[in-house]
């Protein structure tokens, strides 16, 4: 999605900077404009603030 999250489906282990694992589901919408007030994980906070548009490719 354009200036929007980073969108992740599927089992995944997330792990912070010290390798402690966040708590996850099926789909987590990840932060990449660094408003978040719940990083690394998307609050909205984004909306009509982030005008970066480049998108991420498909990893498997």
Known sequence: MDRGPYIVKG?????DAEGNAFATKQQVALCRCGLSENKPFC???????FEDC???SKVL
């Not at 089992?11 to 792990?15: G, R």
């Not at 609050?43 to 603030?49: I, L, V």
């Open 11 to 15: 089992e995944i282990e997330l792990l």
């Open 54 to 56: 480049v998108r991420a």
């Open 43 to 49: 609050d909205g906070t984004h909306r009509g603030k």
